[in-house]
């Protein structure tokens, strides 16, 4: 009994279907065409998202790595610095050297956590390339913000908006991440770019256009 619900029987009935599906996605609100400054910009966004998915799997990896260390270097102190001096009789003065280099070695480690912060920067990045992804496809179907009016349908504002909105996300990322601005503009390997953005005439209709 919801008015969000919907029935119907697509073998006897298809062209009721053809109409309740473009009543429902509202195929009339989108443009013909994307203009130039639009694919510019999803081409910039599109950028934006993989470079930071993939400085988040970089930390990840750095976040997960200082982690396990951690746990190899204090189970190594705790173990040494429990071990009988009877048993091991002549390596004792080795041990301790050993066990204060361990310990030595997780202080650094700690620093470095500290240093890094790969945890917060890990989630930061994660956090802001789905949001950034959200405002893409926001775009795209010309829904929230980006609404197309009616009257209006040659109108630059979904383009006026998106640019708005991805410096917007630039500086709030940038901010809760406590990254440079270069990290995000660098030149990175094509293998990090994994939406076809720089290369359009291969585009398989994943990303840019």
Same mark, same amino acid.
């Given at each position: 009994? $919801? &008015?969000?619900?919907h029935?119907?029987?697509? /073998?006897?009935? $298809?062209?009721?279907?053809?109409r309740m599906? /473009? /009543?429902?996605? @509202?195929?009339d609100r989108l443009p013909q065409h994307t203009r130039l400054e639009g694919l510019l910009l999803l081409q910039d966004a599109w950028r934006a998202y993989d470079v930071s998915m993939h400085l988040a799997d970089r930390y /990840?990896?750095?976040c997960k790595t200082i982690f396990a260390l951690q746990l190899v270097f204090s189970w190594l102190v705790v173990v040494g610095s429990g071990l009988d001096s009877d048993l091991i009789g002549e390596w004792e003065d080795s041990i301790l050297h050993a066990v204060f280099g361990v310990s030595v070695a997780f202080s650094i480690l700690v620093s470095l956590d500290g240093m890094l912060n790969p945890k917060a920067r890990w989630r930061q990045l994660r956090s802001g390339a789905g949001s950034l992804q959200s405002i893409i496809w926001k775009y795209r179907t010309r829904t929230g913000p980006f609404e197309?009016?009616? $009257?209006? &349908?040659?109108?630059?504002?979904p383009e006026t908006t998106l640019c708005?909105?991805?410096?917007?996300? @630039?500086?709030?990322?940038?901010?809760g991440a406590g990254l440079k601005t270069t990290n995000l503009f660098r030149k990175y390997p094509k293998r990090?770019? @994994?939406?076809?953005?720089?290369? &359009?005439e291969n585009n398989k209709g994943d990303g840019l256009l």
């Open positions: 009994s $919801s &008015p969000n619900f029935h119907l029987n697509l /073998k006897n009935d $298809s062209a009721e279907a053809t599906v /473009k /009543k429902l996605v @509202r195929l /990840k990896l750095a197309l009016d009616d $009257s209006q &349908p040659e109108s630059t504002g708005s909105m991805l410096n917007e996300w @630039r500086d709030n990322l940038i901010a990090v770019y @994994r939406h076809y953005q720089n290369n &359009p």
